[in-house]
């Protein structure tokens, strides 16, 4: 009887220390061939699955990268153009028939012409950001020629800001011999700069919009132009406010910012020609005063595409 019992507690113990080790084996912290199999092919799933949904993002991130790519920008970014941007041909009728009315709403548009220039461009760039105000640039196709200037027109449409062509050489003897439009000079020089934009924004990168050297209306003959601009969906716009950084005697900051403000008085569309080339440091001095100007009189800042 006591040998019997004896062989039963052994038993027991046996089975017990049995259980413990297979359970251990299996749960325990002892390495043990199955259960690193298991663990090894839930961690092979998951990790497959994380695999397939990168690809899966970095495919969508690519095709929305080319989509972006492959749209054309015309004039101004598109964030801006949605925002900011306003038809330049409607401006430009309007200009032209000498209505600066616009139903009670005033806007501005900030016009710079002949930059880029590495002395002044930069500093205008700084302050219409500071004052979270767009512009549009007419850029002169020869002053892209000089370093660091295509730096900068990058610079101009990644803030924003609309581009429009102001020919290549600004060569009025040539763009307008005795004052008559050489349509074959004009269309030439144009597509000159529109080479040199794409050169440096891109192929994607056209613009709609173009100030005539000398404003359109003050050379004679213009009406092959016109016709050149209505076929190639394009559209001369001119100003009708200035702050005459470039007109008779030199003027310091606060004259320029007076004649800006006179020359804008009553209407509630204002095209205001300023110049950001070389030389003229006294507009880049006058701009706080004329942006403060335009927002303490409740314009809105707009550009032109
Ligand atoms: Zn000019």
Known sequence: MRKKKKKTTLMIAFISVAIVSLFSMFFGNTQNPLKSILQKKVSTIKEEKFEKEKQIEEKKQIEE???????PIVGAIKD???KYGYDSRKISEKLNSYDYSNNGEKIVFLTFN?????????????ILNKHQVKATFFIQGKSLEIDGAGKILKRTLDEGHSIGYHTYSHDTSS?????NLDIKSFTYDLKSTEKVFKKIL?????????????????WNNMDPLKKYLNENNMISVDWNSLNADDQGKRKNNEELFQYAK????????VVLLMHDGYGKEETVKSLDKIINYYKDNGYKFKILI
């Open 65 to 71: 990268e080319q989509e972006e790519k492959s749209e």
């Open 80 to 82: 801006s153009s949605t």
């Open 114 to 126: 002949d930059g880029p220039s590495t002395t002044n461009t930069p500093a205008i760039l700084d």
């Open 175 to 179: 763009l307008y011999p005795d004052g």
């Open 202 to 218: 891109g192929d994607k990168f056209f613009s709609n919009i173009l100030r005539c050297p000398g404003g359109s209306i003050n």
């Open 262 to 269: 006179q020359t804008s008085a009553g209407k509630e569309i």
